[in-house]
């Protein structure tokens, strides 16, 4: 699964302030089921985050879910560069 496959298929829309990084209403949907089955996802708990935080990489970037309390996603697509920032700033991906 590639980015640019994600946005076809789904109304993501652009996180303001945040270039490279895409954003869909809140859904009971999990990751494997937005981004297929056939991915492989890591659920961390950073302390700079309220919510766990799943992470689905991708060839060209990957996908950070936020899992609520109610059982509801918050799913962020990412171009390359919106990934490995927003994991740094998470602190999920080490500064270099």
């Not at 496959?5 to 009971?28: F, Q």
């Not at 991915?39 to 799943?54: F, I, N, Y």
């Not at 991708?58 to 927003?86: C, M, P, Q, W």
Request: glycine content about 8%; proline content about 11%.
């Amino acid at each position: 699964m590639t980015v640019a496959a994600l946005m076809a298929e789904r109304p993501w829309k652009p996180i303001r302030d945040c270039p490279g990084r895409y954003v869909l209403p809140p859904t009971s949907e999990t990751p494997a089921e937005i981004a297929g089955a056939d991915v492989s996802s890591r659920e961390h708990q950073p302390p700079t985050a309220r919510d766990p935080v799943v992470v689905v990489p991708l060839a060209d970037g990957g996908i950070i879910s936020y899992r609520r309390t109610d059982g509801r996603y918050v799913h962020t697509l990412n171009t390359a560069e919106g990934f490995e920032r927003k994991l740094r700033q998470l602190g999920i991906l080490e500064p270099e």
